[in-house]
């Protein structure tokens, strides 16, 4: 019983192109995130999301964009892409007040 | 900026041989400090959370540690399983979680 899952788990894909990644947690928790750790393995929060706030971080680009349909599910969608959105991307999920995150498989996404 | 610094970047050890992770992080703000566990084309795996200087939680050979601007993580006889890349992360206001660059631990059998 995966708790927090992905997909897909690899997308190859052209520049300029249009993509989403979908997430979801079975785990009850209120918030959800995304993550995008690079090819140096650096993990940097690009969302934060609970049913009442998203909290962007400000250096993500506004072709990213996350969209919730319900509690259990964050999606990611990605417009125009570019090179350097190649990465792994990680979706997590945590329950307010206990703060532990836990993380999803990675979706890998390579931009040519 | 809120920083999370890990040294070393890579650690080579022997099978059995103890040593110790060091994370550093800024003081102002801070939330909670984490341990994950990382492995190849995975996704980070919880360890531990400290919250206030002084406190301590273990589990199996490791144990986690928090002092006013560092936390350590220290491995006791590690075996080859315990192989793997390992994050610290400092959570702030607004959810805001900063991950280190990990530390890298290769045991050799």
């Known amino acids: 019983d995966t708790a927090v899952s992905q997909t897909p788990k690899y997308l190859v894909t052209q520049m300029g192109n249009d993509k989403s990644i979908k997430c979801e947690q079975n785990l009850g928790h209120d918030t959800m995130y995304w993550y995008k750790q690079d090819s140096k393995k650096f993990l940097k929060i690009m969302f934060s999301y609970n049913n009442k706030e998203l909290i962007i971080n400000e250096t993500v680009p506004n072709r990213f964009s996350p969209k919730s349909p319900d509690k259990a599910h964050l999606n990611l969608h990605i417009n125009s892409l570019e090179l350097g959105d190649s990465a792994v991307y990680f979706c997590?999920?945590?329950?307010?007040?206990?703060?532990?995150?836990?993380f999803g498989p990675g979706t890998r996404l390579l931009v040519l | 900026e809120d920083q999370v610094t890990q040294s070393p970047e890579a650690l080579r050890l022997q099978e059995g041989e103890s040593s110790s992770l060091n994370c550093s992080y800024t003081v102002s703000g801070l939330r909670g400090l984490f341990w994950y566990r990382q492995d190849p084309g995975k996704g980070p795996e919880f360890l531990f959370t400290?919250?206030?200087a002084g406190e301590e939680k273990e589990k199996e050979r490791l144990k986690a540690t928090l002092t006013k601007k560092e936390s350590f993580l220290h491995i006791t006889a590690p075996k080859p399983e315990d192989s793997a890349t390992y994050l610290c992360?400092?959570?702030?206001?607004?959810?805001?979680?900063?991950f280190g660059a990990g530390t890298r631990l290769t045991v050799k059998p």
């Open positions: 400290l919250y206030s």
């Open positions: 997590a999920s945590s329950q307010p007040k206990v703060e532990t995150q836990y």
């Open positions: 992360a400092g959570r702030y206001n607004n959810n805001d979680m900063r």
